[in-house]
């Protein structure tokens, strides 16, 4: 099968543990693209937390495009939004006062900064901390906030949010998505909004079929994407329901050039 679109992840799965491209993956991803295979990347991150990486790779200079908010946005070279999915605002303040009992943060984006009204769970900044961004913090979120959301993010201690995403997928799972991105975080988004339905947009658009498409991931939030692609990758590192459902998982972790074994393997190999 000739490959043309690849997509991947970034945290866990382009970069490395400590938050860097390897030289071998960053090579590997421009050669892929100068054999004429379209890169994109796919997070769950705000747009300024996804740019960077696309920038460091030549996405952009080579006219492609990247995902945002696990797929609610669609962006080309130019940062010009292609495609975006909102939550209903009504939503914010049903979730929240569903969360008051719980020790856990609720967050809120828009495309360049993170917003809360509450510091005190820690893991409040873990997104913060990885952009190199501030956490902006407002008097009153269900006041204050008054544009436009693409996901509402609750961040606590994992075995707590264990806890608290069947709670609210009991009660607003007919009406939003709502799954675990990693094991501190739980992303709350329009229904059937998601990686996999971002991918299949820029392919359509790139008129590219999805069994010539790559995805990689390691975390709840890539299994649309997993599922979808023509060659679902799980990370050596990827959590189990990846792996599970993935047509290859990498011999090698984030942390040990695993992008590049893919890269190497399905497209510039010659068999």
Request: proline share 4%; glycine share 6%; net charge negative.
């Amino acid at each position: 099968m000739k490959y043309r679109l690849l997509v991947t992840d970034i945290d866990d799965t382009l970069l490395t543990t400590d938050k860097r491209i390897t030289d071998k993956v960053k090579e590997a991803i421009i050669k892929a693209q100068d054999s004429g295979v379209k890169v994109a990347i796919a997070s769950g991150r705000l747009p300024i937390g996804v740019r960077p990486y696309a920038e460091e790779l030549g996405i952009c200079e080579r006219g492609g495009c990247y995902l945002a908010f696990n797929g609610g946005l669609v962006l080309d070279a130019e940062g010009s939004i292609l495609h975006s999915s909102v939550l209903d605002r009504k939503y914010l303040p049903a979730i929240y006062n569903a969360l008051r009992s719980y020790d856990v943060t609720v967050l809120v984006h828009t495309h360049d900064k993170i917003f809360t009204d509450n510091n005190q769970n820690s893991y409040a900044y873990t997104e913060p901390e990885a952009l190199h961004q501030p956490l902006y913090l407002l008097n009153d979120l269900l006041t204050d906030v008054d544009w436009d959301l693409h996901k509402i993010l609750i961040a606590g201690e994992p075995e707590l949010l264990k806890e608290v995403e069947p709670v609210l997928n009991a009660r607003f799972g007919d009406e939003l998505d709502i799954f675990l991105s990693a094991p501190w975080f739980l992303d709350v988004m329009p229904k059937g909004v998601n990686k996999g339905v971002g991918v299949k947009y820029l392919a359509e658009r790139l008129d590219i079929p999805m069994e010539q498409v790559i995805c990689c991931g390691d975390s709840y939030n890539d299994l649309s994407m997993i599922k979808m692609a023509g060659l679902g990758v799980a990370m050596h590192n990827a959590e189990d329901a990846l792996k599970d459902a993935a047509d290859y998982i990498t011999a090698h972790d984030c942390d040990h050039d695993g992008i590049a074994e893919v890269v190497e393997k399905f497209i510039l190999s010659d068999d």
